[in-house]
Nanobody
Framework: QVQPVESGGGLVQAGGSLRLSCAAS????????LGWFRQAPGKEREFVAA???????NYAEPVKGRFTISRDNAKNMVYLQMNSLKPEDAGVYYC?????????????????WGQGTQVTVSS
């Protein structure tokens, strides 16, 4: 079992940067794919980025070139560096874990979810 806990959200101006962190307890952390999803008010929760245990990554098209996902298995941590933020990037960001070996984008493959951290981008 993996229990993610997110941190690092906040208010930032458009064009600015934020780094989200996710601490995931559990012995199976290093074997899991870790992903970030986000949900804006009135919208579906959507995939942002994922990183598999071997380091391969996958990004949603709107964030490619601006966001970077990374992980530190020794510390049971996964990070999301977000640069050049836009107002449409705002929402609650969730860290999740999936017992798969690929950087999956399918939400239903992720079994363990954190409580989320709020990101607000002012224009």
């Amino acid at each position: 079992q993996v229990q993610p806990v997110e941190s690092g959200g906040g208010l930032v101006q458009a064009g600015g940067s934020l780094r989200l962190s996710c601490a995931a307890s559990g012995r199976a952390f290093s074997a899991n794919t870790l992903g970030w999803f986000r949900q804006a008010p009135g919208k579906e929760r959507e995939f942002v980025a994922a990183i598999a245990s071997g380091g391969s990554t996958n990004y949603a098209e709107p964030v490619k070139g601006r966001f970077t996902i990374s992980r530190d298995n020794a510390k049971n941590m996964v990070y999301l560096q977000m640069n050049s933020l836009k107002p449409e990037d705002a929402g609650v960001y969730y860290c999740a874990a999936a017992a798969v070996s690929i950087p999956a984008s399918r939400r239903d493959w992720y079994r363990y979810w954190g409580q989320g951290t709020q990101v607000t981008v002012s224009s």
